[in-house]
Protein backbone atom coordinates (compact mmCIF):
# COMPACT_ATOMS: atom_id res chain seq x y z
CA UNK A 1 0.00 0.00 0.00
CA UNK A 2 0.84 3.49 -0.66
CA UNK A 3 2.26 5.54 2.63
CA UNK A 4 -0.02 8.33 3.21
CA UNK A 5 0.78 11.85 1.89
CA UNK A 6 -0.28 14.80 3.61
CA UNK A 7 -1.84 17.84 1.57
CA UNK A 8 -0.22 20.70 1.81
CA UNK A 9 -2.47 23.17 -0.22
CA UNK A 10 0.73 24.17 -2.22
CA UNK A 11 0.57 22.95 -5.82
CA UNK A 12 3.46 20.39 -7.15
CA UNK A 13 6.49 21.08 -9.04
CA UNK A 14 5.74 21.27 -12.28
CA UNK A 15 7.59 22.12 -16.06
CA UNK A 16 6.07 25.74 -16.78
CA UNK A 17 3.42 26.25 -18.65
CA UNK A 18 3.53 28.30 -22.04
CA UNK A 19 1.32 30.73 -20.54
CA UNK A 20 3.22 31.05 -17.04
CA UNK A 21 6.25 31.74 -19.26
CA UNK A 22 4.07 34.55 -21.53
CA UNK A 23 3.16 36.01 -18.09
CA UNK A 24 6.81 36.29 -16.17
CA UNK A 25 7.22 37.80 -20.05
CA UNK A 26 4.55 40.43 -19.17
CA UNK A 27 6.07 40.95 -15.70
CA UNK A 28 9.18 42.23 -17.92
CA UNK A 29 7.02 44.62 -19.78
CA UNK A 30 5.67 46.17 -17.09
CA UNK A 31 8.31 46.27 -15.22
CA UNK A 32 10.14 48.38 -17.69
CA UNK A 33 6.66 50.61 -18.07
CA UNK A 34 6.68 51.63 -14.89
CA UNK A 35 10.14 52.38 -14.45
CA UNK A 36 10.06 54.12 -18.04
CA UNK A 37 7.40 56.64 -16.98
CA UNK A 38 8.92 57.44 -13.40
CA UNK A 39 12.12 58.89 -15.09
CA UNK A 40 9.92 60.36 -17.82
CA UNK A 41 8.01 62.32 -14.85
CA UNK A 42 11.33 62.93 -13.51
CA UNK A 43 13.05 64.06 -16.68
CA UNK A 44 9.88 66.52 -17.17
CA UNK A 45 9.98 67.79 -13.67
CA UNK A 46 13.28 68.56 -13.68
CA UNK A 47 13.26 70.49 -16.74
CA UNK A 48 10.17 72.86 -16.24
CA UNK A 49 10.66 72.86 -11.99
CA UNK A 50 14.22 72.36 -12.09
CA UNK A 51 16.79 71.02 -9.23
CA UNK A 52 16.86 67.50 -10.47
CA UNK A 53 18.02 66.11 -7.07
CA UNK A 54 14.49 66.92 -5.33
CA UNK A 55 12.51 66.43 -8.41
CA UNK A 56 13.61 62.85 -8.72
CA UNK A 57 13.76 62.03 -5.18
CA UNK A 58 10.45 63.35 -4.64
CA UNK A 59 9.08 61.15 -8.16
CA UNK A 60 10.23 58.66 -7.05
CA UNK A 61 9.43 58.36 -3.37
CA UNK A 62 5.25 59.62 -4.72
CA UNK A 63 5.95 56.04 -7.00
CA UNK A 64 7.45 53.78 -4.71
CA UNK A 65 4.34 55.00 -2.19
CA UNK A 66 1.66 54.68 -4.86
CA UNK A 67 2.96 50.86 -5.32
CA UNK A 68 2.30 50.05 -1.68
CA UNK A 69 -0.99 51.65 -2.13
CA UNK A 70 -1.30 49.60 -4.81
CA UNK A 71 0.17 46.40 -3.44
CA UNK A 72 -2.39 47.26 -0.21
CA UNK A 73 -5.58 47.49 -2.53
CA UNK A 74 -4.57 44.41 -4.43
CA UNK A 75 -6.49 42.11 -1.84
CA UNK A 76 -9.60 43.47 -2.57
CA UNK A 77 -9.55 41.57 -5.98
CA UNK A 78 -10.64 38.17 -5.53
CA UNK A 79 -12.16 37.23 -8.22
CA UNK A 80 -11.89 37.07 -12.44
CA UNK A 81 -8.51 38.11 -11.91
CA UNK A 82 -7.29 37.62 -15.25
CA UNK A 83 -9.75 40.49 -16.11
CA UNK A 84 -8.89 42.57 -13.60
CA UNK A 85 -5.10 42.18 -14.92
CA UNK A 86 -5.99 43.39 -18.06
CA UNK A 87 -8.23 45.94 -16.89
CA UNK A 88 -5.23 47.58 -14.95
CA UNK A 89 -2.62 47.26 -17.50
CA UNK A 90 -5.21 49.14 -20.24
CA UNK A 91 -5.50 51.77 -17.82
CA UNK A 92 -1.21 52.22 -17.18
CA UNK A 93 -0.99 52.17 -20.91
CA UNK A 94 -3.32 54.90 -21.34
CA UNK A 95 -1.91 57.39 -18.47
CA UNK A 96 1.65 56.16 -18.50
CA UNK A 97 1.57 56.41 -22.06
CA UNK A 98 0.39 59.76 -21.97
CA UNK A 99 1.96 61.35 -19.31
CA UNK A 100 4.47 63.09 -20.94
CA UNK A 101 2.33 64.49 -23.91
CA UNK A 102 0.09 65.51 -21.42
CA UNK A 103 2.66 67.40 -18.92
CA UNK A 104 4.22 68.90 -21.89
CA UNK A 105 0.58 70.12 -22.68
CA UNK A 106 0.07 71.29 -19.27
CA UNK A 107 3.18 73.46 -19.28
CA UNK A 108 2.79 75.23 -22.13
CA UNK A 109 -0.68 76.14 -21.91
CA UNK A 110 -1.51 75.50 -17.70
CA UNK A 111 1.31 76.07 -16.14
CA UNK A 112 -0.35 75.93 -12.70
CA UNK A 113 -2.19 72.95 -13.16
CA UNK A 114 2.04 71.41 -13.96
CA UNK A 115 2.32 70.42 -10.37
CA UNK A 116 -0.57 68.46 -9.77
CA UNK A 117 -1.27 66.89 -12.67
CA UNK A 118 2.46 66.07 -12.32
CA UNK A 119 2.21 64.18 -8.86
CA UNK A 120 -1.04 62.80 -9.39
CA UNK A 121 -0.45 60.74 -12.68
CA UNK A 122 3.12 59.20 -11.32
CA UNK A 123 0.41 58.79 -8.00
CA UNK A 124 -1.87 56.81 -10.43
CA UNK A 125 0.42 55.11 -12.55
CA UNK A 126 2.41 53.99 -9.34
CA UNK A 127 -1.06 52.50 -7.74
CA UNK A 128 -1.62 50.20 -11.14
CA UNK A 129 1.72 49.30 -11.61
CA UNK A 130 1.47 48.09 -8.02
CA UNK A 131 -1.69 46.43 -8.42
CA UNK A 132 -0.56 44.60 -11.46
CA UNK A 133 2.32 42.35 -9.63
CA UNK A 134 0.58 41.21 -6.81
CA UNK A 135 -2.69 40.14 -9.43
CA UNK A 136 0.33 38.77 -11.67
CA UNK A 137 1.73 36.56 -8.45
CA UNK A 138 -1.51 35.06 -7.71
CA UNK A 139 -2.09 34.10 -10.95
CA UNK A 140 0.76 32.54 -11.69
CA UNK A 141 0.53 30.75 -8.04
CA UNK A 142 -1.96 28.17 -9.46
CA UNK A 143 0.32 26.21 -10.97
CA UNK A 144 4.16 27.70 -9.63
CA UNK A 145 5.47 26.74 -6.17
CA UNK A 146 5.54 29.71 -3.64
CA UNK A 147 9.46 30.13 -3.55
CA UNK A 148 9.78 29.78 -6.93
CA UNK A 149 7.17 32.02 -7.67
CA UNK A 150 8.32 35.08 -5.70
CA UNK A 151 11.99 34.45 -7.03
CA UNK A 152 10.74 34.49 -11.11
CA UNK A 153 8.62 37.27 -10.65
CA UNK A 154 11.06 39.57 -8.62
CA UNK A 155 13.72 38.57 -11.21
CA UNK A 156 11.62 39.30 -14.01
CA UNK A 157 10.76 42.52 -12.66
CA UNK A 158 14.36 43.61 -11.56
CA UNK A 159 15.41 42.87 -15.33
CA UNK A 160 12.42 44.84 -16.95
CA UNK A 161 13.78 47.72 -14.53
CA UNK A 162 17.56 47.42 -15.53
CA UNK A 163 16.58 47.33 -19.53
CA UNK A 164 14.94 50.25 -19.08
CA UNK A 165 17.04 52.08 -16.68
CA UNK A 166 19.78 51.58 -19.19
CA UNK A 167 17.98 52.22 -22.36
CA UNK A 168 16.30 55.17 -20.91
CA UNK A 169 19.54 58.27 -21.31
CA UNK A 170 21.14 56.53 -24.14
CA UNK A 171 18.75 55.40 -26.29
CA UNK A 172 15.10 56.36 -25.74
CA UNK A 173 15.41 59.87 -24.90
CA UNK A 174 18.37 60.86 -27.50
CA UNK A 175 16.43 58.86 -30.36
CA UNK A 176 12.71 59.07 -29.79
CA UNK A 177 12.31 62.15 -27.53
CA UNK A 178 10.06 61.95 -24.26
CA UNK A 179 6.71 62.40 -25.57
CA UNK A 180 7.62 58.94 -28.43
CA UNK A 181 8.81 57.26 -25.82
CA UNK A 182 6.25 57.46 -23.42
CA UNK A 183 3.57 56.79 -26.13
CA UNK A 184 6.02 53.73 -27.66
CA UNK A 185 5.89 52.27 -23.99
CA UNK A 186 2.31 52.73 -23.44
CA UNK A 187 1.61 50.71 -26.87
CA UNK A 188 3.97 48.29 -25.28
CA UNK A 189 1.55 48.27 -22.13
CA UNK A 190 -1.54 47.76 -24.46
CA UNK A 191 0.31 45.11 -26.33
CA UNK A 192 0.32 43.13 -22.74
CA UNK A 193 -3.09 43.59 -22.30
CA UNK A 194 -4.54 42.20 -25.65
CA UNK A 195 -1.62 39.46 -25.17
CA UNK A 196 -3.66 38.61 -21.86
CA UNK A 197 -7.05 38.32 -23.84
CA UNK A 198 -5.79 35.75 -25.83
CA UNK A 199 -3.79 33.81 -23.05
CA UNK A 200 -7.09 33.80 -20.86
CA UNK A 201 -9.71 34.08 -23.53
CA UNK A 202 -11.19 30.64 -21.84
CA UNK A 203 -12.00 32.41 -18.66
CA UNK A 204 -12.97 35.92 -19.69
CA UNK A 205 -17.04 36.35 -19.66
CA UNK A 206 -16.73 39.55 -21.95
CA UNK A 207 -14.36 38.41 -24.30
CA UNK A 208 -15.33 40.81 -27.25
CA UNK A 209 -15.59 43.79 -25.22
CA UNK A 210 -12.60 43.02 -23.70
CA UNK A 211 -10.71 43.02 -27.45
CA UNK A 212 -12.71 46.41 -28.26
CA UNK A 213 -11.17 47.80 -25.77
CA UNK A 214 -7.88 46.59 -25.82
CA UNK A 215 -7.85 47.78 -29.91
CA UNK A 216 -9.31 51.10 -29.28
CA UNK A 217 -6.25 51.76 -26.26
CA UNK A 218 -3.76 50.53 -28.80
CA UNK A 219 -5.44 52.40 -31.88
CA UNK A 220 -5.26 56.03 -29.34
CA UNK A 221 -2.03 55.39 -28.30
CA UNK A 222 -0.29 54.56 -32.29
CA UNK A 223 -2.34 57.54 -33.03
CA UNK A 224 -0.63 59.46 -30.86
CA UNK A 225 2.70 58.18 -31.91
CA UNK A 226 2.52 58.87 -35.37
CA UNK A 227 1.29 62.24 -34.58
CA UNK A 228 3.83 63.16 -31.76
CA UNK A 229 5.98 65.64 -33.69
CA UNK A 230 2.71 67.43 -34.13
CA UNK A 231 2.07 67.38 -30.12
CA UNK A 232 5.31 68.27 -29.36
CA UNK A 233 5.07 71.02 -31.99
CA UNK A 234 1.73 71.97 -30.38
CA UNK A 235 3.02 71.88 -26.72
CA UNK A 236 6.20 73.62 -27.50
CA UNK A 237 5.11 76.55 -29.97
CA UNK A 238 2.69 77.53 -27.03
CA UNK A 239 6.29 77.76 -24.67
CA UNK A 240 8.33 79.95 -27.09
CA UNK A 241 7.74 83.16 -28.02
CA UNK A 242 9.06 82.96 -31.38
CA UNK A 243 9.06 79.92 -33.95
CA UNK A 244 10.60 76.90 -33.45
CA UNK A 245 13.35 76.08 -36.00
CA UNK A 246 15.32 73.19 -34.21
CA UNK A 247 14.39 70.87 -31.31
CA UNK A 248 16.03 67.72 -30.02
CA UNK A 249 16.39 66.09 -26.98
CA UNK A 250 20.00 65.16 -25.68
CA UNK A 251 20.99 62.67 -23.07
CA UNK A 252 21.34 65.47 -20.95
CA UNK A 253 18.79 68.21 -22.15
CA UNK A 254 16.46 69.40 -24.17
CA UNK A 255 17.87 71.78 -27.02
CA UNK A 256 15.75 74.33 -28.94
CA UNK A 257 16.52 76.61 -31.14
CA UNK A 258 13.93 79.62 -31.80
CA UNK A 259 13.72 82.77 -34.48
CA UNK A 260 11.99 85.92 -34.77
CA UNK A 261 12.38 89.53 -34.53
CA UNK A 262 15.01 89.82 -32.64
CA UNK A 263 16.91 86.88 -34.45
CA UNK A 264 17.82 83.32 -33.28
CA UNK A 265 17.68 82.05 -29.10
CA UNK A 266 18.98 79.10 -27.78
CA UNK A 267 16.98 77.38 -24.56
CA UNK A 268 18.09 74.64 -22.52
CA UNK A 269 15.14 72.84 -20.81
CA UNK A 270 12.77 75.72 -21.21
CA UNK A 271 15.96 78.21 -19.82
CA UNK A 272 17.23 81.00 -22.25
CA UNK A 273 21.14 80.58 -22.96
CA UNK A 274 21.64 83.70 -25.53
CA UNK A 275 19.44 86.17 -27.83
CA UNK A 276 21.20 86.47 -31.10
CA UNK A 277 20.35 90.46 -30.92
CA UNK A 278 22.72 90.77 -28.11
CA UNK A 279 24.62 87.95 -27.10
CA UNK A 280 28.11 89.55 -28.32
CA UNK A 281 27.20 92.03 -25.18
CA UNK A 282 27.46 88.27 -23.07
CA UNK A 283 30.43 86.89 -25.11
CA UNK A 284 32.38 89.91 -25.53
CA UNK A 285 32.42 90.95 -21.62
CA UNK A 286 32.72 87.15 -21.21
CA UNK A 287 36.16 86.88 -22.77
CA UNK A 288 38.24 89.99 -23.95
CA UNK A 289 38.80 91.77 -19.85
CA UNK A 290 40.79 88.39 -19.62
CA UNK A 291 42.42 87.06 -22.64
CA UNK A 292 43.01 91.01 -23.92
CA UNK A 293 44.92 91.07 -20.15
CA UNK A 294 47.18 88.11 -21.21
CA UNK A 295 49.06 89.90 -23.75
CA UNK A 296 49.55 86.85 -26.09
CA UNK A 297 47.79 84.13 -24.98
CA UNK A 298 48.23 80.91 -26.93
CA UNK A 299 46.61 78.02 -24.88
CA UNK A 300 43.09 78.67 -24.56
CA UNK A 301 40.45 76.25 -22.95
CA UNK A 302 36.86 76.35 -22.97
CA UNK A 303 34.85 75.02 -19.97
CA UNK A 304 30.50 74.85 -21.39
CA UNK A 305 29.97 76.89 -24.29
CA UNK A 306 29.25 74.14 -26.85
CA UNK A 307 27.30 77.12 -28.84
CA UNK A 308 30.62 78.29 -29.69
CA UNK A 309 30.31 81.85 -29.35
CA UNK A 310 32.89 82.24 -26.42
CA UNK A 311 35.20 80.10 -29.55
CA UNK A 312 34.47 82.87 -31.55
CA UNK A 313 35.67 85.37 -29.62
CA UNK A 314 39.09 83.80 -28.07
CA UNK A 315 40.07 83.33 -32.50
CA UNK A 316 39.77 87.13 -33.01
CA UNK A 317 43.18 86.53 -31.30
CA UNK A 318 46.73 85.77 -33.66
CA UNK A 319 48.01 84.37 -30.77
CA UNK A 320 45.96 81.94 -30.12
CA UNK A 321 47.34 78.31 -31.51
CA UNK A 322 44.95 76.02 -30.00
CA UNK A 323 41.51 76.09 -28.66
CA UNK A 324 40.07 72.85 -26.12
CA UNK A 325 36.16 73.27 -26.08
CA UNK A 326 35.55 70.93 -23.51
CA UNK A 327 31.42 70.67 -23.56
CA UNK A 328 29.39 67.73 -21.36
CA UNK A 329 26.54 67.38 -24.33
CA UNK A 330 28.03 66.45 -27.85
CA UNK A 331 24.67 66.96 -29.70
CA UNK A 332 25.75 70.87 -28.68
CA UNK A 333 28.66 70.96 -30.13
CA UNK A 334 27.25 68.87 -33.15
CA UNK A 335 24.43 71.00 -33.81
CA UNK A 336 26.64 74.48 -33.89
CA UNK A 337 29.39 72.67 -35.86
CA UNK A 338 27.00 71.22 -38.36
CA UNK A 339 23.52 73.14 -39.00
CA UNK A 340 24.69 76.14 -41.17
CA UNK A 341 22.29 78.27 -39.76
CA UNK A 342 23.64 77.58 -36.26
CA UNK A 343 27.41 77.28 -37.44
CA UNK A 344 27.05 80.78 -38.74
CA UNK A 345 25.83 82.55 -35.64
CA UNK A 346 29.49 81.73 -34.43
CA UNK A 347 31.32 82.15 -37.73
CA UNK A 348 31.94 78.38 -37.96
CA UNK A 349 34.56 78.37 -34.95
CA UNK A 350 34.04 75.11 -34.19
CA UNK A 351 35.00 73.97 -37.54
CA UNK A 352 38.46 75.92 -37.16
CA UNK A 353 41.84 74.04 -37.39
CA UNK A 354 42.70 75.44 -34.09
CA UNK A 355 40.08 73.70 -32.03
CA UNK A 356 40.07 70.67 -30.29
CA UNK A 357 36.43 69.48 -29.12
CA UNK A 358 36.56 67.32 -26.06
CA UNK A 359 32.40 66.07 -25.42
CA UNK A 360 32.99 65.16 -21.45
CA UNK A 361 32.49 66.08 -17.35
CA UNK A 362 34.59 68.67 -17.10
CA UNK A 363 35.08 68.22 -13.42
CA UNK A 364 36.09 65.17 -14.61
CA UNK A 365 38.55 66.31 -17.13
CA UNK A 366 40.79 68.84 -14.76
CA UNK A 367 41.10 66.19 -12.83
CA UNK A 368 42.92 64.13 -15.70
CA UNK A 369 44.27 66.73 -17.65
CA UNK A 370 48.00 67.51 -17.48
CA UNK A 371 48.39 70.79 -19.84
CA UNK A 372 48.09 74.00 -18.77
CA UNK A 373 46.49 77.29 -20.05
CA UNK A 374 47.40 80.86 -20.80
CA UNK A 375 43.65 81.77 -20.46
CA UNK A 376 40.44 79.35 -19.36
CA UNK A 377 36.98 80.35 -20.18
CA UNK A 378 34.44 78.95 -17.93
CA UNK A 379 30.60 79.02 -19.25
CA UNK A 380 28.35 76.69 -17.50
CA UNK A 381 24.78 77.45 -16.86
CA UNK A 382 23.62 79.13 -13.80
CA UNK A 383 23.68 76.69 -10.31
CA UNK A 384 20.28 75.52 -10.80
CA UNK A 385 20.61 71.81 -9.37
CA UNK A 386 23.44 69.86 -7.70
CA UNK A 387 24.90 68.76 -10.78
CA UNK A 388 25.53 71.81 -11.99
CA UNK A 389 26.72 73.32 -8.29
CA UNK A 390 29.54 70.74 -8.14
CA UNK A 391 31.07 72.62 -10.88
CA UNK A 392 30.67 76.25 -8.71
CA UNK A 393 32.56 74.38 -5.62
CA UNK A 394 35.86 75.12 -4.06
CA UNK A 395 37.24 71.76 -5.12
CA UNK A 396 36.26 72.49 -8.58
CA UNK A 397 38.47 76.05 -8.18
CA UNK A 398 41.02 73.87 -6.69
CA UNK A 399 41.27 71.80 -9.96
CA UNK A 400 40.98 75.12 -12.66
CA UNK A 401 44.01 76.66 -10.82
CA UNK A 402 46.01 73.29 -11.35
CA UNK A 403 45.40 73.57 -15.12
CA UNK A 404 46.34 77.72 -15.26
CA UNK A 405 49.70 79.08 -16.34
CA UNK A 406 51.50 80.69 -13.98
CA UNK A 407 50.88 83.98 -16.00
CA UNK A 408 47.16 82.74 -16.59
CA UNK A 409 43.83 84.46 -16.04
CA UNK A 410 40.52 82.49 -15.73
CA UNK A 411 36.99 83.88 -16.24
CA UNK A 412 34.10 82.33 -14.98
CA UNK A 413 30.36 83.55 -15.93
CA UNK A 414 28.56 84.14 -12.05
CA UNK A 415 24.83 84.66 -12.58
CA UNK A 416 23.28 88.04 -11.25
CA UNK A 417 25.00 90.32 -9.34
CA UNK A 418 21.71 92.55 -9.09
CA UNK A 419 19.22 90.02 -9.38
CA UNK A 420 21.00 87.53 -7.06
CA UNK A 421 23.79 89.31 -5.16
CA UNK A 422 24.56 87.08 -2.50
CA UNK A 423 24.81 84.15 -5.22
CA UNK A 424 27.10 86.31 -7.35
CA UNK A 425 29.67 87.16 -4.15
CA UNK A 426 29.56 83.37 -3.06
CA UNK A 427 31.21 82.55 -5.97
CA UNK A 428 33.72 84.72 -5.56
CA UNK A 429 34.30 83.87 -2.25
CA UNK A 430 34.49 80.46 -3.04
CA UNK A 431 37.47 80.78 -5.69
CA UNK A 432 38.98 83.36 -3.29
CA UNK A 433 38.82 80.32 -0.99
CA UNK A 434 41.75 78.24 -2.85
CA UNK A 435 44.07 81.19 -2.59
CA UNK A 436 43.28 82.72 -6.35
CA UNK A 437 42.81 86.73 -7.09
CA UNK A 438 39.75 87.70 -8.09
CA UNK A 439 38.66 90.76 -10.14
CA UNK A 440 34.93 90.99 -10.24
CA UNK A 441 32.68 92.68 -13.15
CA UNK A 442 29.50 93.03 -14.47
CA UNK A 443 27.48 93.66 -18.04
CA UNK A 444 24.30 94.67 -18.85
CA UNK A 445 22.73 92.33 -21.29
CA UNK A 446 19.30 93.21 -22.30
CA UNK A 447 18.23 89.60 -22.52
CA UNK A 448 19.04 88.50 -19.04
CA UNK A 449 19.54 92.44 -17.31
CA UNK A 450 23.09 92.85 -15.34
CA UNK A 451 25.51 89.66 -15.78
CA UNK A 452 28.18 88.78 -13.11
CA UNK A 453 31.55 87.38 -14.34
CA UNK A 454 35.06 86.77 -12.26
CA UNK A 455 38.28 87.11 -13.27
CA UNK A 456 40.43 84.58 -11.52
CA UNK A 457 44.54 84.44 -11.29
CA UNK A 458 47.72 83.76 -9.29
CA UNK A 459 48.80 87.59 -10.37
CA UNK A 460 46.26 90.56 -9.99
CA UNK A 461 44.53 91.21 -13.09
CA UNK A 462 45.51 94.89 -15.14
CA UNK A 463 43.37 96.90 -17.52
CA UNK A 464 44.81 95.37 -21.13
CA UNK A 465 46.52 98.08 -22.94
CA UNK A 466 44.36 97.25 -26.21
CA UNK A 467 40.94 95.35 -27.47
CA UNK A 468 40.16 93.32 -30.64
CA UNK A 469 39.49 96.23 -33.40
CA UNK A 470 36.10 94.59 -33.97
CA UNK A 471 34.16 94.41 -30.94
CA UNK A 472 30.73 95.72 -30.74
CA UNK A 473 30.09 96.04 -27.21
CA UNK A 474 33.87 96.74 -25.10
CA UNK A 475 36.07 99.78 -26.10
CA UNK A 476 38.80 101.27 -24.04
CA UNK A 477 36.93 103.99 -22.27
CA UNK A 478 34.27 101.64 -21.61
CA UNK A 479 35.73 98.39 -19.88
CA UNK A 480 36.99 100.09 -16.93
CA UNK A 481 33.33 100.64 -15.70
CA UNK A 482 32.48 97.44 -15.89
CA UNK A 483 34.28 97.05 -12.74
CA UNK A 484 32.62 99.22 -10.92
CA UNK A 485 29.96 97.84 -8.40
CA UNK A 486 27.15 100.43 -7.67
CA UNK A 487 25.58 100.08 -4.29
CA UNK A 488 22.83 97.47 -4.81
CA UNK A 489 25.05 95.21 -6.23
CA UNK A 490 28.23 96.04 -3.91
CA UNK A 491 29.87 93.21 -2.04
CA UNK A 492 28.34 91.28 0.59
CA UNK A 493 29.71 88.35 3.05
CA UNK A 494 29.09 84.79 1.38
CA UNK A 495 29.46 81.26 2.69
CA UNK A 496 32.41 78.97 0.54
CA UNK A 497 30.55 76.76 -1.84
CA UNK A 498 31.79 73.14 -1.11
CA UNK A 499 30.89 69.75 -2.66
CA UNK A 500 29.75 68.66 0.58
CA UNK A 501 26.80 71.78 1.45
CA UNK A 502 26.30 72.90 -2.35
CA UNK A 503 25.39 76.41 -0.65
CA UNK A 504 25.42 78.28 -3.79
CA UNK A 505 22.01 75.87 -4.54
CA UNK A 506 20.35 76.69 -2.33
CA UNK A 507 20.92 80.65 -2.31
CA UNK A 508 20.74 80.53 -6.07
CA UNK A 509 17.17 79.10 -5.67
CA UNK A 510 16.27 81.12 -3.23
CA UNK A 511 17.12 84.52 -4.91
CA UNK A 512 15.62 83.64 -7.83
CA UNK A 513 12.70 82.23 -6.90
CA UNK A 514 11.23 85.76 -5.52
CA UNK A 515 11.58 87.18 -8.94
CA UNK A 516 9.88 84.11 -10.22
CA UNK A 517 6.79 85.04 -7.52
CA UNK A 518 6.56 88.11 -9.10
Sequence with gaps: MRPHMKDTGAPAPSSARPIDIALLISVFVVAACGLLYELAAGALASYVLGDSVLQFSTIIGTYLFAMGVGSWLSRYFERQLPAHFLRIELLVALIGGALPATLFLANAYTPGAFRFLLYGMVFMVGTLVGLEIPLVMRILKRNVVLKDLVSQVLTFDY??????????????????????????????????????????????????AHLAACV???????????????????????FYQDR?????????????????????????????????????RYHEALVHPAMAAHGRPKRVAVLGGGDGMAVREILKYPSVESVTLVELDPAMTRIFSDNPTLAALNAHALQNYK??????????????ATDTFDVIVVDFPDPTNFSIGKLYTNSFYALLDRRLAASGYAVVQTTSPLVARNSFWTVVQTIESVGLNTAPYHAHVPSFGEWGFVIASRRPWRLPDSLPADLRFLGAGTLPLLFDFPLDMARVPGEVNRLSNQALVHTYEREWGKVAAH
Excluded at 164 to 182: D, E, K, Y
Excluded at 229 to 238: G, L, P
Excluded at 266 to 272: A, E, H, T
Aim: glycine share 8%; hydrophobic share 55%; aromatic share 10%.
Design 159 to 208: LGALAVSMAFPLLLVPHLGLIRTGLLFGVMNAAVALWAVWLFRHELRRLK
Design 244 to 280: IVFSTASSYQRIVVTQGRAGHRLYLNGNLQFAQADEY
Design 216 to 238: MVLGLLLAGLAGAEHITSFAEDK
Design 355 to 368: VNIVNTDAFGWLQE
